[in-house]
């Protein structure tokens, strides 16, 4: 895991780490050193509720929970940006993978 992110670092930074993703990396997002999401590009084909990454910072925490249990696709200016997904069961922060 290459980018951690705090979500209020996220929710102040938000066209940063979408563009990230966007670009192709993975960034987990925490909230209080605990995993909550990782934010990654999408994949071409997938069918995800759609948000634009306004709604996502102004709702950063419901929409943060609402990707715990399904994927999120955020839209800039109507284009896909990025995925909110949820973390594997299972995953530690810090182990090897």
């Given at each position: 895991?290459?980018?951690?992110?705090?979500?209020?670092?996220?929710?102040?930074?938000?066209?940063?780490?979408?563009?990230?993703?966007?670009?192709?990396?993975?960034?987990?997002v925490?909230?209080?050193?605990?995993?909550?999401a990782?934010?990654?590009?999408?994949?071409?084909g997938?069918?995800?509720?759609?948000?634009?990454?306004?709604?996502?910072?102004?709702?950063?925490?419901?929409?943060?929970?609402?990707?715990?249990?399904?994927?999120?696709?955020?839209?800039?200016?109507?284009?896909?940006?990025?995925?909110?997904?949820?973390?594997?069961?299972?995953?530690?922060?810090?182990?090897?993978?």
């Amino acid at each position: 895991m290459e980018c951690v992110v705090d979500s209020s670092t996220l929710r102040r930074r938000a066209s940063e780490y979408v563009g990230r993703a966007s670009a192709g990396e993975t960034i987990l997002v925490t909230r209080r050193g605990r995993p909550m999401a990782f934010l990654r590009p999408p994949v071409p084909g997938e069918r995800l509720t759609r948000i634009s990454v306004t709604t996502f910072r102004r709702t950063l925490r419901s929409a943060l929970r609402t990707a715990r249990s399904r994927p999120v696709l955020l839209t800039w200016h109507g284009g896909e940006a990025a995925v909110v997904a949820p973390v594997p069961k299972g995953f530690r922060l810090g182990a090897e993978e």
